[in-house]
């Protein structure tokens, strides 16, 4: 099949993927038992024993706490593609996007046309909740204190250990690195938060645009392209800044085209309920343009998603009286709200101060006129 054929047929399928139907697919497969902002071990464990024959599971080795890692395969075809989560164990909105999608995999009924297009071209490779040790305390790091993320070229981590393993022995054409990003981000030029941001991992300090990169980016452009129809102005672009000893930037230095997906606020979600559908979404569009694509040369428009920028709180606090150096001052406070797990196990929520002063140029999630009152720093 000629590009030019191959194209047309990709023009007319897509029309398939239209958001109606995507609402009904996520509402059809939609997860119950996984919901809220810590996802564990515990919490997937009995779902990925419920999962029908069609899918392959493996313990494919456990973190440093002894805690058991997963690797589950569903496809048979040419095109190899691997997909992890929680690498940083508070960023949990892409495990539960993939627990929908497999849902929509694990239907014994008859498969909708693109569930059949995706398996029977591509083979999949999932590792949910890549880091558990650190799902359970809510902290970015492993049980070691280290920051997986940055941890590809030194290999410290056993779960770093394990995730190079699979991908050289898998050797995915696509891998897709599912983050969580913060609250503070917002597309650059808008009051909008930016839900989800995209990233083409850069392979040097130049950024040069290399063909494996343009491929991740023609990638990203039909996954924006669907989201910017669901929630315009919200998708933005994470810099691309290069990172020599991150994960993304070298599978994609190796050779092995990594997208990621960073799952970010949307109004009043601060579940990422919302967003994790935005998340599927993505996905699904991503692993069908893979499907019926030979050539990806539609990337230039990557260029065009907005840049990610960092104008928001998720407080502000107008006109509180503060005292600095024994002088009363109205200022703005802008505030974050932040997680901790405590003694009992259970994940509690405060509020931290990061910024005092004019807020003026700064977005809120929610904004409180202090009235002049006394705020205690």
Known sequence: MTHKTKTNVYFCIMQSINLNKLKQWYADNFESKLSGLQIVLDDIEPLIKSLNSKFIVNIEGTSENELPIYKISIGNGKKRVLIWSQMHGNESTGTKALFDLFNFFNDSGELSTIATEILTNCTLVFIPILNPDGAITYTRENAEGIDLNRDAVDRRAKESQLLRG?????????????????????????????????????????????????????????????????????????????????????????????????????????????????????????????????????????????????????????????????????????????????????????ESVEKTGDLNGYFAHKEVDFNKKVFIL
């Open 166 to 350: 699979v991908l050289d022995e898998f050797k995915p054409h696509f891998c897709f690195n599912l983050h969580d990003q913060r609250t503070i981000f917002n597309v650059e030029g808008t009051e909008n938060p930016a839900t989800i941001s995209f990233l083409a991992p850069s392979e040097d300090e130049k950024r040069t645009i290399t063909k494996g990169r343009k491929e991740t980016m023609a990638v990203i452009v039909a996954m924006n392209n669907l989201l910017q129809k669901a929630i315009p102005k919200h998708i933005g672009r994470y810099t691309d800044e290069f990172y020599p000893t991150a994960t993304g930037d070298n599978f994609q230095k190796l050779g092995h085209n990594t997208i990621l997906i960073e799952a970010g606020h949307f109004p009043n979600d601060y579940e990422r309920e919302i967003t994790r559908k935005y998340n599927f979404y993505a996905l699904l569009k991503g692993l069908y343009y893979m499907v019926i694509s030979d050539v990806y040369d539609d990337f230039e428009d990557y260029f065009n998603i907005p840049n990610n920028d960092k104008k928001f709180f998720d407080i502000i606090y107008r006109n509180a009286k503060i005292t600095v150096n024994s002088v009363d001052e109205i200022v703005d406070v802008g505030v974050l709200i932040k997680y901790k797990v405590t003694s009992n196990s259970v994940l509690e929520e405060y």
